[in-house]
């Protein structure tokens, strides 16, 4: 059974860090990994998703790898908001199946 | 790019009643959608994934009779919950899968219930 684990649970970082969030899951047959940004109370928002053949996606500040035989992704963004405050979720596909399984989210914080 | 509408986003019920949490694609066919529930704190935890024109799968431990989905065209799913109790309090979440070039995943805004 495929388990998704992100750490840390929570950041707190002042605005203008780079900083990483990691992403690490058990089985390594999957098909595409996807980090999505929830606000409180809010749905999901898609950041990027990598493609199991890929290692890596970009947009704007945000970058994503993918090291699939570790079993690991991690999500960098630079030079962080005050804007950038949510909770990061990671989530991955299996390989003839379309279900999503998530981590639990990495809550961040960028302070002013 | 692609939207979910889910309505409705809050919605408080007495115990015993059933609610309707509508999820809509408004400008792409979802050949299929899924149906999330989360708890404070927690992850997105899967309950069903729904097909158009055919009978939603259920993961394990999700009680069919009391989560009712229906997929009738590409564009709508609803999930009905029956005779609602408080330990059905939380958030709902639906998503629908985009194929062909605009392939991902979106999601709605999500569904707050909560059963008095």
């Known amino acids: 059974k495929q388990e998704v684990t992100q750490i840390p649970a929570a950041l707190s970082v002042p605005e203008g860090e780079n900083l990483v969030l990691n992403c690490s899951f058990t089985d390594s047959a999957i098909y595409n990994l996807q980090w999505f940004r929830q606000d409180p109370g809010k749905g999901l928002t898609s950041l990027l998703l990598?493609?199991?053949?890929?290692r890596e996606q970009t947009s704007g500040r945000l970058n994503a790898s993918l090291d699939k035989s570790s079993g690991r992704s991690t999500l960098y963004i630079a030079a962080s908001q005050p804007g950038d405050s949510a909770t990061y979720l990671c989530?991955?596909?299996?390989?003839?199946?379309?279900?999503?399984?998530f981590g639990k989210g990495t809550k961040l914080t960028v302070n002013p | 790019g692609a939207v979910v509408s889910q309505h409705p986003s809050r919605v408080i019920c007495k115990s015993g009643t059933s609610v309707k949490i509508e999820c809509r694609s408004l400008d792409f066919q979802a050949t299929t959608m899924f149906w999330y529930r989360q708890f404070p704190k927690q992850s997105l935890m899967l309950m069903a994934t729904s097909n158009e024109g055919s009978k939603a799968t259920y993961e394990q431990g999700v009680e069919k009779d009391k989560f009712l989905i229906n997929h009738a065209s590409l564009t709508l799913s609803t999930l009905t919950v029956t005779s609602a109790h408080p330990e059905d309090s939380s958030f709902y979440i639906c998503?629908?899968?985009?194929?062909?070039?605009?392939?991902?995943?979106?999601f709605g805004s999500g569904t707050r219930l909560t059963v008095v």
């Open positions: 990598i493609q199991s053949s890929q």
């Open positions: 998503s629908a899968l985009a194929g062909g070039n605009n392939y991902g995943y979106t």
């Open positions: 989530a991955v596909s299996q390989g003839g199946s379309e279900k999503l399984v």
